[in-house]
């Protein structure tokens, strides 16, 4: 069992970094002897590891690290069809992967889950999972263990973490997509030390995620950062009709459907990498439906920035879209619409768009439990 002052150490070498025990006292602004009872508890469970010492002018100096088979955790992504299932590490590596069908019904949906972790647990011998994680595209309670409202899965009101712990004996948190991304992003990625920065993904939808003051910003009812479904046409009279039941929504612009929709109503063809060629060979209809999707990405993401104030935004895309005209005038209209700010430059960051990506952030969700504990997610 761990306690706080545990929870403190495993946090902060989540956070920084590999540390000694004097860096870890300063940091934390505890005694040196109580860092070094601490330590000595997760050094005995195999949770902490020393590294290599670090000779300076005075006594050597030991890191401590956060091992990466301390734990392991399964992340589900129902975000598409079909599903993603992986292990993964205390450090976010997937060590294991499966994909099985997407179904809706619920207890279809539970058991072929279910099997997947059997086989995935099998695999690590004696070693044990520690929790699972589940993203899925729609709004999710508070409480971790609720789909509020799924329209991809016609779910409402499921409570898909609870059945999944009961079923497995593994406890079980539940996320929106996007949500489980960038917490997924905070806790192993490059902008882990950032306390404020947003991550937007691109696909056949378009989702939105914000970290700020180094908490996930959820809003009232969980959806906070449903960009996709942000009016960007005014002109209502060339506004399309979206699947959320209004017009001119963000996804009906910008996302990779509806590229695809524009491309063939010009006669074109609508896979994105042939469309992409086709702009780079300066075909004007590829080029003007390029364009316009990325410089209305754009537009919204400057919107974004405004209201957020983040340092930094991950964007993440097909690097068809990220090479081309889509990726220039995405980044253009944005840098172009926001106010001047100190460290503007390199704001955006693009990301290629794996598969993987959403399985992982899920798993994180678990992984963070087991270093922050209980009251630190």
């Not at 000779?55 to 100096?61: A, D, I, L």
């Not at 992340?75 to 079909?82: E, H, K, T």
């Amino acid at each position: 069992m761990l306690s706080t002052g545990h929870y403190l150490i495993l946090s902060s070498l989540s956070r920084n970094g590999p540390e000694s025990r004097s860096e870890l006292a300063l940091r934390l602004g505890m005694s040196k002897a109580a860092v070094s009872s601490l330590v000595r508890d997760l050094l005995k469970q195999e949770i902490l590891c020393e590294q290599t010492p670090v000779h300076g002018s005075g006594r050597p100096s030991v890191p401590l690290a956060v091992r990466a088979e301390a734990a392991w955790f399964i992340g589900i992504s129902l975000q598409d069809d079909p599903a993603i299932v992986v292990l993964t590490d205390l450090h976010g590596t997937v060590h294991d992967r499966m994909e099985l069908p997407r179904h809706a019904d619920l207890e279809t949906c539970v058991s072929s889950l279910c099997d997947a972790i059997t086989h995935l647990r099998k695999g690590l011998r004696s070693a044990k999972v520690s929790g699972v994680g589940t993203a899925l595209p729609g709004f999710v309670a508070n409480d971790r263990q609720t789909c509020l409202a799924c329209a991809a899965l016609g779910w409402r009101d499921v409570d898909i973490g609870g059945v999944l712990s009961k079923r497995t004996g593994l406890p079980t948190w539940i996320e929106n997509d996007a949500n489980a991304l960038i917490l997924g992003e905070q806790l192993f990625g490059a902008l882990r030390s950032s306390p404020d920065f947003s991550v937007i993904f691109i696909s056949n939808g378009i989702g939105c995620a914000n970290i700020v003051n180094g908490r996930l910003l959820r809003g009232y009812a969980g959806g906070a950062g449903e960009m996709s479904h942000a009016p960007i046409v005014t002109d209502m009279a060339h506004a399309l009709p979206c699947r959320c039941g209004n017009r001119g929504c963000l996804e009906t612009v910008a996302s990779l459907l509806a590229i695809g929709n524009a491309a063939r109503r010009a006669g074109l063809p609508g896979e994105i990498a042939e469309l992409a060629r086709l702009a780079a060979g300066a075909h004007p209809e590829a080029l003007s439906i390029l364009h316009h999707a990325g410089a209305s990405m754009g537009l919204a993401t400057a919107h974004l920035i405004q209201l957020i104030d983040p340092s930094h935004v991950v964007v993440m895309l097909d690097p068809n879209l990220r090479d081309g005209i889509y990726g220039h005038a995405l980044q253009r209209e944005t840098e172009s619409h926001i106010l001047r700010r100190p460290v503007s430059r390199g704001m955006i960051q693009f990301r290629d768009f794996e598969p993987d990506s959403f399985a992982c952030g899920a798993a994180s969700l678990a992984a963070r439990y087991f270093i922050f504990g209980p009251d630190g997610v």
